[in-house]
């Protein structure tokens, strides 16, 4: 199974504040690379898909990029909804794996 | 709109069998592949199980964690994709939520998402 690990597992920052989080495929995976956001109490939503397109919906602030196996989520300035935890999950083979999380807490 | 409702969580002993399903609605059903993700208390998510579609004879594909145990199906005729848990264990408590394979070429991933349902196998 290709492993997915994320980073950092937790984060605390400010309203305003540019985040980066992390994740890195055990193998190469092209990019069949998605991001999800998840809300307490809440189901996941889908933000990115290819690794770097947007889902319809999701706010500009959002970006997604890849080098190699190493992918990146950013937010430019963090807003108030986007406190939550964030998942990605690589779709090139079977079993779809998802990292184990990154919590994002406001400072 | 695009909706995934499930329902059929709850209280289960173990070694016991329950059959959650998911509703869809607002597109065409019949022509996406419908997974099933958990999540234990806490925890991040884990694929669970995939159905195809027709044209892939509706093909299954389990974790290694379930399989064996666990059977995903599905009636296009009630837009409605089920999973069959038995022989369930203390490890198997978790919100089970439905979504759909989106695709484009050999691109894929989930959206939407169902709300959950919970699982809780306990004594």
């Known amino acids: 199974d290709i492993q997915m690990t994320q980073s950092p597992s937790s984060l605390s920052a400010s309203v305003g504040d540019r985040v980066t989080i992390t994740c890195r495929a055990s193998q190469s995976i092209s990019t069949h690379l998605n991001w999800y956001q998840q809300k307490p109490g809440q189901a996941p939503k889908l933000l990115i898909y290819?690794?770097?397109s947007l889902q319809s919906g999701v706010p500009s602030r959002f970006s997604g990029s890849r080098s190699g196996t190493d992918f990146t989520l950013t937010i430019s300035s963090l807003q108030p909804e986007d406190f939550a935890t964030y998942y990605c999950?690589?779709?090139?083979?079977?079993?779809?794996?998802f990292g184990q999380g990154t919590r994002l807490e406001i400072k | 709109e695009v909706q995934l409702v499930e329902s059929g969580g709850g209280l289960v002993q173990p070694g016991g069998s329950l059959k959650l399903s998911c509703a869809a609605s607002?597109?065409?059903?019949?022509?996406?592949?419908m997974d099933w993700v958990r999540q234990a208390p806490g925890k991040g998510l884990e694929w669970v199980g995939r159905i195809r579609i027709k044209a892939y004879n509706y093909a299954t594909l389990y974790a290694a964690s379930v399989k064996g145990r666990f059977t995903v199906s599905r009636d296009d005729s009630k837009n409605t994709t089920y999973l069959q848990m038995n022989s369930l264990e203390l490890e198997d408590t978790a919100v089970y939520y439905c979504?759909?394979?989106?695709?484009?070429?050999?691109?894929?991933?989930?959206?939407?998402w169902g709300q959950g349902t919970l699982v809780t196998v306990s004594s």
């Open positions: 999950q690589q779709s090139y083979s079977t079993p779809d794996t």
């Open positions: 979504t759909r394979q989106v695709s484009s070429g050999w691109y894929v991933w989930f959206d939407p």
């Open positions: 290819y690794a770097s």
């Open positions: 607002g597109f065409s059903f019949s022509g996406f592949a």
